[in-house]
């Protein structure tokens, strides 16, 4: 029995966290975290622009203009957004000009149009304007050969805009990791299968494919491994042949319980790492190495399953996807009823959010509540460190939200 | 010009939100919020089931049992998980059975493992058992026709491992709302397409398709409208037609930025209810409903964009997909420069996050860094209220976050 932390160190001894690089267009891109430096082959903006609407003048020519001395322009053309002007303004001359327009040659500024007077040749301008004012310059945003965006960033609605405006089509980014999902359990049958006597549904299957969604991972459920060598090998082979990690739970039963690990000791060097956290739950968990990818074994119980998937696989799916070990989502309530707790050892307590008048409460869900009562509760659960024996009722705890609620 | 509670409250006079339900299969259904309260069709587990690995046998039988006066019971076949017992368990006889196997007729408990010594056909049993102890009876956990999920709960791991326990294969859910996404502009290029000269890249467009992601929704870039009326007519109307909201951005510069929604209000009643909001920006955003559909105009610059689709367009995305209106994700840090505000108007200030020692600050991002360095660097932004004129240096801000960060 070790703890998660020499759990999580000794994984790392074996097996180093690679993440896989895509080229994706930008469309696919949403979420992903980026892969490379990404440098601006483009001036940005393009072109010299009008920031208003109004008249693109020679500054000079303003100079002096007031609200009693207006200075007047012979108007010349005019330049709409979209269009590129082939006309020059030349000294004491304008032209119209829409907000976001190239601005002609000749002219290096911009009255806005509530500072002039039109009529049908000539243009009032009652301000002077300084060089360049009114006009965002080419690259004034951001300078071709300037980089724009670092490796690692998450692709948001800013980056991905970011990206749109620098001319980006396609952009480098980390690869989901592929998990293979698999269950385990003579006993299970796949989610909407005809129920035959003896059999449950498959709880964790499903369920491990959406955790490992939301950790950024790409789930691939492989099915149900009947309780015995042959299957558990032939599932684990296919995961390992095709994916990036493979996840197991179940088949942790005193009687059949070891198989898994057994098999998956065989399947290569080093094998079977860890078998069984001191942590509860975590006795039937196993972590083990083989053809240079993690297999990571679950407890059966689902509430189990998805507390240590969250606690021993969900930060390794985040390293592959490049995406940031963001802080966990956690609220703070007050405890609803005491926890026992075993000195020595850790204890990851399911608890359900309940609201009692004004107050926010966690209920704790002890192991009297099923199988599938407790996994339609949880909320999340609260992590009892090795030297605690009780907690209190009334003392506020904090609650690590589930349903990969990462804050930020 | 109206207050954004005033346009919401306007919007929601004349169109009625009603979310769109759909059927899928479990795989489907990660994310959505469920359209039906769900009852268990099924008595789970579905039979009597051993908790623990271990001897069925009468109860009955064992009384009296005790470390130094062991019961002797004869041993008959034995029970695996998975299997249907075919035989039946007599009087002061037992059967060896695994965690999860379905209890024999005749037996009505189950001893565990470590409490019996086994022979080849003879079991020392040596702690009495009560009836039903070490079993989970049929139905203990969810009783066939008990309601077990609500609508409206959001598809977590843990819902959809519960749908999967009771055995569904498919469930009802809300639809992820259709929107389609316009940009408008003469200038205008979409992302990727080679840049002609006068032109910039449309950066609002795929930003603001994965912030309609973001909420539930769905999205579907419909292009860039040019400034002119038959232009954009014709692309809400093919927004109107196929989609159930319709975002159009940018067309918001002074010469033409009434086009949108003059040429919106014709196309059908009630036409444009707002135009203009009390809020910084929001001076060219309006809200319409036409075919009885809303049609929502962001602004061109996409910072603002970003900020308006935020407080105006993604509550209701979030209603009509049926998510909760999850409190946003936000931080409190000091403001690293004051702003100042006009009294009377509520504005909204885009921020990036900085660190400075130990402390974070968020950096105010004013009007003189351009459109896209502003976008590239904003984490989220600080809702300033009507009645502030100044927010000093130093003071703790609320910074609300980009990136549809809900909580929980």
Same sequence: chains 1, 2.
């Avoid at 100079?63 to 005019?78: K, T």
């Avoid at 269009?83 to 500024?109: L, M």
């Avoid at 996807?321 to 309530?333: D, F, N, T």
């Avoid at 869900?365 to 609260?382: H, M, N, R, W």
Wanted: net charge positive.
């Amino acid at each position: 029995m070790v703890t998660l932390e020499d759990a999580h160190a000794t994984l790392e001894r074996h097996w180093r966290v690679q993440s896989r690089k895509v080229e994706v267009s930008l469309d696919e891109a949403a979420g992903l975290a980026l892969a490379e430096d990404v440098v601006s082959k483009l001036d940005v903006p393009p072109f010299d622009r009008a920031v208003f609407d109004g008249y693109a003048v020679h500054a000079a020519d303003t100079f002096g203009a007031g609200e009693e001395s207006p200075v007047e322009l012979v108007r010349v053309g005019s330049v709409r957004a979209g269009q590129w002007p082939k006309f020059r303004v030349g000294r004491r001359q304008c032209t119209e000009i829409a907000t976001g327009a190239p601005i002609p040659r000749g002219a290096n500024a911009v009255v806005m149009l509530e500072h002039a007077i039109t009529s049908a040749k000539v243009v009032q301008v009652f301000r002077a304007v300084a060089p360049a004012e009114n006009i965002a310059e080419r690259g004034s945003e951001i300078k071709r050969g300037t980089r724009v965006l670092r490796a690692g960033e998450v692709i948001t609605p800013q980056v991905l805009g970011t990206l749109a405006a620098i001319g980006r089509k396609r952009v480098k980014g980390y690869a989901p990791p592929k998990v293979a999902v698999i269950s385990s359990g003579a006993e299970l049958v796949g989610a909407g299968s005809p129920l035959k006597r003896g059999k449950i549904y498959d709880v964790n299957g499903p369920a491990i494919c959406q955790a490992v969604e939301l950790c950024g991972g790409e789930p691939c459920y492989l099915g149900i491994a009947r309780d015995e060598p042959r299957s558990i090998a032939t599932l684990v082979k296919r995961g390992l042949a095709a994916h990036d990690v493979v996840v197991l739970s179940g088949g942790s039963s005193a009687g059949v319980g070891d198989i898994a690990p057994v098999v998956i000791d065989r399947m290569g060097k080093p094998g079977v790492l860890v078998h069984g956290l001191a942590m509860k739950p975590g006795k039937p968990a196993f972590v083990a190495v083989v053809r240079g990818k993690p297999v990571f074994g679950l407890p059966g119980y689902p509430v189990s399953a998805l507390m240590v998937f969250d606690q021993l696989v969900a930060p390794y799916l985040r390293r592959l996807s490049g995406l940031p070990q963001a802080e966990r989502a956690k609220v703070r309530v007050k405890l609803m009823a005491k926890i026992l707790s075993t000195r020595g050892r850790r204890e990851l307590v399911p608890v359900r959010l309940v609201r009692k008048g004004r107050e926010g409460y966690a209920e704790p869900l002890f192991k009297g509540s099923g199988a599938i009562t407790a996994l339609a509760l949880a909320d999340g659960y609260i992590d009892v460190p090795l030297e605690r024996e009780i907690v209190e009722e009334n003392s506020i705890v904090e609650v690590i939200l589930f349903g990969g609620g990462a804050v930020g």
